[in-house]
C-alpha cells in the first residue's frame, strides 16, 4: 500500500455509518422471519460482523452471519463457498456485504451460490460506494458513504489493526 494516505472516516464515523446502515436494514426487512448477513471473505466478513452484532442490540428479527469465500483475483477459476450449507438460507432473505463496491464484479460473483438456491430476498451492503465505475449491474441497497473517486485512486477498509481503524483514500 502506498505511504500517501488520506483517511476519510475514522473509528466514530464508521460507527455511526453502521448504526445507520443497521436501521435501514432493519426497516426494510421488518416482517421477516430471519436475515443472513453474508460477509465477502475477509473486509466485508469483518463488516458483516459489525452489522450483524449492531443489529442484534436493535432489532427482534432472528440474524445469522455466513462467510462467503472466493478468488477475487481468480473468481471465474474458483469455487464460491459458503461456511454453511446451502439449504440453510433457503427461503431466507440475504443480504450480501461487502467493504467497498467498485466494478460490481466481486459481488457478482459472490452471488454464484444464492443463484443456485430459492431465497426470498437478496440485499446488498457495503461501508463505501465508488460509483462510476460499474462493469457489472450492481447496486448496493444499503451504503454506509459514497464516494466520487478518479479511476487511480483506492479505497482501503481497514477493520482489524485498532490503531488504524478506518477508512483511507490513496
Same mark, same amino acid.
Request: charged letters at 25%.
Given at each position: ?47 458483516a460482523k ?10 427482534? =428479527?432472528? +440474524? ?5 469465500? *472466493? ?8 469455487? @464460491?463457498? !459458503?461456511d454453511c ?24 460473483y459472490a ?26 449491474? =450492481?447496486? +448496493? ?5 459514497? *464516494? ?8 482501503? @477498509?481497514? !477493520? ?11
Amino acid at each position: 500500500m502506498l505511504d500517501i494516505q488520506h483517511q476519510i472516516l475514522n473509528r466514530q464515523q464508521i460507527a455511526q455509518k453502521i448504526r445507520r446502515m443497521t436501521y435501514q436494514i432493519y426497516e426494510n426487512n421488518i416482517g421477516e422471519s430471519a436475515l443472513i448477513f453474508a460477509g465477502v471473505y475477509d473486509r466485508g466478513y469483518m463488516l458483516a460482523k459489525l452489522l450483524y452484532t449492531e443489529f442484534e442490540q436493535v432489532a427482534d =428479527i432472528p +440474524a445469522h452471519l455466513i462467510t462467503i469465500s *472466493l478468488d477475487k483475483f481468480a473468481p471465474t477459476q474458483s469455487e @464460491v463457498r !459458503l461456511d454453511c450449507d446451502i439449504d440453510f438460507v433457503k427461503n431466507k432473505t440475504i443480504i450480501v456485504i461487502d467493504d467497498v463496491l467498485n466494478t460490481g464484479r466481486t459481488f457478482a460473483y459472490a452471488l454464484r451460490p444464492f443463484l443456485k438456491t430459492e431465497i426470498k430476498k437478496l440485499q446488498t451492503a457495503v461501508l463505501v460506494d465508488r460509483g462510476g465505475y460499474k462493469q457489472f449491474p =450492481i447496486a +448496493a441497497d444499503y451504503a454506509g458513504y459514497e *464516494l466520487s473517486t478518479t479511476i487511480r485512486q483506492h479505497i482501503h @477498509v481497514e !477493520l482489524e489493526n485498532e490503531e488504524k481503524f478506518g477508512v483511507y483514500l490513496y
